[in-house]
């Protein structure tokens, strides 16, 4: 399957970092991200394929093709080697990128997300995706919610609430089940110890899916990385609590600046 010319933003000077985002999601995710990071770095968010302003594919897809994506996209804008970081299946893309060109990579952030899943952890995730396909979305979308938000988040910014139930239901059912499959599907392990770039790992005290114990296993698996485990956060930490997520990823892209 060829790839697909992403739509994408670019913000910023300085070195390249690109920012991938999760299932269902958008690249305005990372906004205030971007904000925090613009004046040391040219940051570079896109939408997946069949998410926003991106092209629809043309029939199912795997990792490998969201791969070919990212790798199209570093090559439009003539980018040579970069920071690659993301949250969900976002962090299983950048090290699936990182696996096949290792060359390209400077650092890569793997947020919120998951790998060493016991198969108690992928029955949970398949029943999800399963759910979905029966009820259809709409109906597990508070499921999915009370999964990425604090109470006290959904209490408070109901206007955000609605703002990333309105991205997952304007993302085709066939392509949000299709990146659910894959994100229910891909097991790292086996192959995480063969990425050597230096990497953040960071995810939510209280993310169920992506939680801190798959995080110590995903940070130990990997010759040179970090573990950040954010207290009282769930999944959707860049929409809830970027003010807590960025000093910790500022410190670590400048500090993989000055040790380059």
């Not at 597990?140 to 109470?151: K, P």
């Not at 050597?196 to 130990?220: E, F, K, M, W």
Request: aromatic fraction near 8%.
């Amino acid at each position: 399957m060829a790839a697909i010319d992403c739509a994408y933003s670019v913000a910023g000077e300085g070195p390249p970092l690109f920012l991938i985002h999760g299932i269902g999601a958008r690249r305005a995710t990372f906004a205030r991200l971007v904000e925090g990071l613009q004046d040391r770095f040219t940051c570079i968010s896109y939408d997946l394929r069949g998410h926003g302003e991106s092209p629809q594919p043309a029939g199912r897809f795997g990792l490998d093709d969201l791969v070919d994506d990212l790798e199209a996209l570093r090559a439009k804008l003539g980018i040579e080697r970069a920071h690659f970081a993301g949250h969900s299946l976002g962090g299983m893309i950048g090290p699936a990128y990182a696996r096949r060109f290792p060359d390209r990579v400077r650092s890569l952030g793997l947020w919120s997300t998951a790998a060493f899943r016991s198969e108690e952890d992928s029955a949970k995730v398949r029943a999800v995706v399963q759910a979905m396909r029966e009820k259809g979305i709409g109906p597990v979308l508070d499921t999915l919610t009370a999964r990425w938000f604090t109470d006290a988040f959904v209490a408070a910014r109901p206007d955000v609430i609605a703002w990333r139930k309105q991205q997952v239901v304007e993302t085709p059912a066939d392509v949000f089940l299709n990146v659910f499959d894959i994100y229910a599907e891909t097991e790292m392990a086996p192959w995480l110890h063969k990425i050597h770039a230096s990497a953040q790992v960071l995810t939510g005290a209280l993310d169920g899916g992506c939680n801190p114990r798959l995080n110590r296993l995903i940070a130990g698996a990997m010759p040179e990385a970090e573990l950040v485990v954010l207290p009282e956060l769930k999944h959707a930490i860049f929409i809830e609590a970027t003010e807590q997520v960025l000093p910790h990823v500022r410190r670590f892209l400048l500090a993989r600046e000055q040790a380059a």
